[in-house]
């Protein structure tokens, strides 16, 4: 098909390819850096996650600027009146404070196997955003550029349509055409008239999708032609690529991220035990912060355990949820493998189809241009009329159409099937 589109399609001075495309796409697409973000939140929240299996260590600084002590009045053996003790606290504190977890029932292990399943499922989704506005990119580009070939195709039309109706307008005058010519001829010109208004809107609506798609507010005028593929591309097709594709890859992580995340729920009946020390570094003699020789120090350190006993069902209800949240995301990977699948068959017979319409309508712009020249020929002997030679010449220009939008049926369902497999059949650059 590249023939057609030199013959047809002359390029501006300022276009965009499809390799300037793909790289704007990369750093502009912002649902490629969002993808990328969800991907660096995940690896920051494994990184959170680790921070469990270390010990916790925490400081603190008391000072107390103005106090009263509390009392304790005690009444000692043979004394006539109580006597009041102050309760005296440091006014003046260091503290180092220590904790280290030992066993919670595998709640804190879980947790981490549910986010790092979280994180391995963002990277196969920042590959499927990749994948899939790559070739987002490449089906509009495409677009914007068959759009402008139609619209050459139709000013080509119009022009000729308008050669006619300004012979046939003279013919009339000359007693050669009738009335009935000129206003077929008129109504002819009508239609190219609204097609090309529409090929030019079909222009400005492609380029906006191709701007879309790309994250930029214009895009450039497309550039390049039209890849001819070949009918066997689709052969060699895995059948079971499509559970193979990296979104849905990402969602069976998903699904295994809530199941860690249900067997952590689970370990609320577990009693959780750990480390606990703890250093104190005090004034309780003066309440001089600087006076160092009246410091003392404290410190303890044991085992801590504490039992769940009960809470009212709200952990057992979490984790009611978790497991709730699993089926309905292992439903949704299940439907999305059906959908892929069918859709993969879809595609192929829809490749097959455009492929086979594509070489129809291209050898049928072979026929329509031999039938413009017998036209013109019978036309200049008189065995032809101008209603034969436009019949002709309006075949030709549906056919030079219909080429292209078959040419672009082929690119479209090819890129449809990679989609629904996450298979690459075609490099476009």
Same mark, same amino acid.
Do not use: C
């Given at each position: 098909?590249?023939?057609?589109?030199?013959?047809?399609?002359?390029?501006?001075?300022? #276009?965009?390819?499809?390799?300037?495309?793909?790289?704007?796409?990369?750093?502009?697409?912002?649902?490629?850096?969002?993808?990328?973000?969800?991907?660096?939140?995940?690896?920051?929240?494994?990184?959170?996650?680790?921070?469990?299996?270390?010990?916790?260590?925490?400081?603190?600084?008391?000072?107390?600027?103005?106090?009263?002590?509390?009392?304790?009045?005690?009444?000692?053996?043979?004394?006539?009146?109580?006597?009041?003790?102050?309760?005296? =606290?440091?006014? /003046?504190?260091?503290?180092?404070?220590?904790?280290?977890?030992?066993?919670?029932?595998? #709640?804190?292990?879980?947790?981490?196997?549910?986010?790092?399943?979280?994180?391995?499922?963002?990277?196969?989704?920042?590959?499927?955003?990749?994948?899939?506005?790559?070739?987002?990119?490449?089906?509009?580009?495409?677009?914007?550029? =068959?759009?402008?070939?139609?619209?050459?195709?139709?000013?080509?039309?119009?022009?000729?349509?308008?050669?006619?109706?300004?012979?046939?307008?003279?013919?009339?005058?000359?007693?050669?055409?009738? /009335?009935?010519?000129?206003?077929?001829?008129?109504?002819?010109?009508?239609?190219?008239?609204?097609?090309?208004?529409?090929?030019?809107?079909?222009?400005?609506?492609?380029?906006?999708?191709?701007?879309? =798609?790309?994250? =930029?507010?214009?895009?450039?005028?497309?550039?390049?032609?039209?890849?001819?593929?070949?009918?066997?591309?689709?052969?060699?097709?895995?059948?079971?690529?499509?559970?193979?594709?990296?979104?849905?890859?990402?969602?069976?992580?998903?699904?295994?991220?809530?199941?860690?995340?249900?067997?952590?729920?689970?370990?609320?009946?577990?009693?959780?035990?750990?480390?606990?020390?703890?250093?104190?570094?005090?004034?309780?003699?003066?309440?001089?912060?600087?006076?160092?020789?009246?410091?003392?120090?404290?410190?303890?350190?044991?085992?801590?355990? /504490?039992?769940?006993?009960?809470?009212?069902?709200?952990?057992?209800?979490?984790?009611?949820?978790?497991?709730?949240? $699993?089926?309905?995301?292992?439903?949704?990977? $299940?439907?999305?493998?059906?959908?892929?699948?069918?859709?993969?068959?879809?595609?192929?017979?829809?490749?097959?189809?455009?492929?086979?319409?594509?070489?129809?309508?291209?050898?049928?712009?072979?026929?329509?241009?031999?039938?413009?020249?017998?036209?013109?020929?019978?036309?200049?002997?008189?065995?032809?009329?101008?209603?034969?030679?436009?019949?002709?010449?309006?075949?030709?220009?549906?056919?030079?159409?219909?080429?292209?939008?078959?040419?672009?049926?082929?690119?479209?369902?090819?890129?449809?099937?990679?989609?629904?497999?996450?298979?690459?059949?075609?490099?476009?650059?």
């Amino acid at each position: 098909m590249r023939y057609i589109l030199s013959a047809l399609f002359t390029l501006p001075a300022h #276009a965009l390819t499809l390799r300037e495309a793909l790289r704007s796409a990369q750093q502009n697409s912002p649902t490629l850096q969002r993808s990328a973000s969800q991907r660096r939140e995940s690896a920051a929240k494994v990184r959170e996650s680790s921070a469990q299996y270390y010990p916790k260590v925490s400081g603190a600084i008391n000072y107390l600027p103005a106090h009263k002590y509390t009392l304790t009045d005690v009444q000692l053996p043979g004394s006539p009146t109580a006597l009041s003790f102050p309760g005296i =606290v440091p006014t /003046t504190r260091y503290g180092l404070t220590a904790q280290y977890g030992l066993f919670d029932g595998l #709640a804190t292990t879980n947790h981490h196997r549910a986010v790092k399943a979280l994180e391995s499922a963002s990277v196969h989704e920042l590959d499927w955003t990749q994948f899939q506005v790559e070739r987002e990119v490449i089906l509009r580009f495409y677009r914007a550029l =068959v759009a402008n070939s139609l619209k050459t195709v139709a000013d080509a039309n119009l022009k000729t349509l308008v050669g006619h109706l300004n012979e046939v307008q003279l013919l009339k005058k000359t007693g050669v055409s009738t /009335t009935f010519d000129v206003l077929r001829v008129e109504v002819q010109v009508s239609d190219a008239q609204s097609e090309v208004l529409n090929a030019t809107d079909n222009i400005t609506t492609a380029n906006a999708a191709l701007a879309e =798609v790309l994250g =930029v507010e214009n895009a450039l005028a497309a550039e390049g032609e039209l890849p001819l593929l070949k009918s066997e591309a689709v052969d060699a097709l895995e059948t079971n690529v499509a559970l193979d594709r990296a979104d849905l890859t990402a969602l069976a992580g998903r699904v295994e991220a809530l199941d860690y995340q249900s067997k952590a729920a689970a370990s609320h009946w577990a009693p959780y035990v750990g480390l606990v020390a703890n250093y104190q570094y005090y004034n309780n003699r003066n309440d001089r912060a600087e006076d160092w020789s009246a410091f003392r120090n404290a410190y303890e350190a044991g085992v801590n355990l /504490t039992w769940n006993l009960f809470e009212g069902f709200g952990a057992e209800a979490k984790k009611r949820e978790a497991l709730e949240q $699993r089926v309905q995301l292992d439903k949704t990977l $299940r439907i999305a493998q059906l959908k892929a699948h069918q859709d993969s068959g879809l595609w192929k017979r829809k490749y097959k189809y455009f492929y086979s319409v594509f070489i129809s309508r291209k050898n049928n712009i072979g026929k329509a241009q031999e039938s413009v020249r017998l036209a013109r020929e019978g036309r200049r002997a008189g065995a032809r009329t101008n209603a034969d030679l436009l019949d002709a010449e309006t075949d030709l220009y549906r056919s030079q159409a219909g080429a292209i939008n078959a040419q672009l049926g082929v690119i479209e369902a090819l890129i449809e099937l990679e989609l629904s497999t996450g298979q690459k059949l075609y490099d476009f650059n």
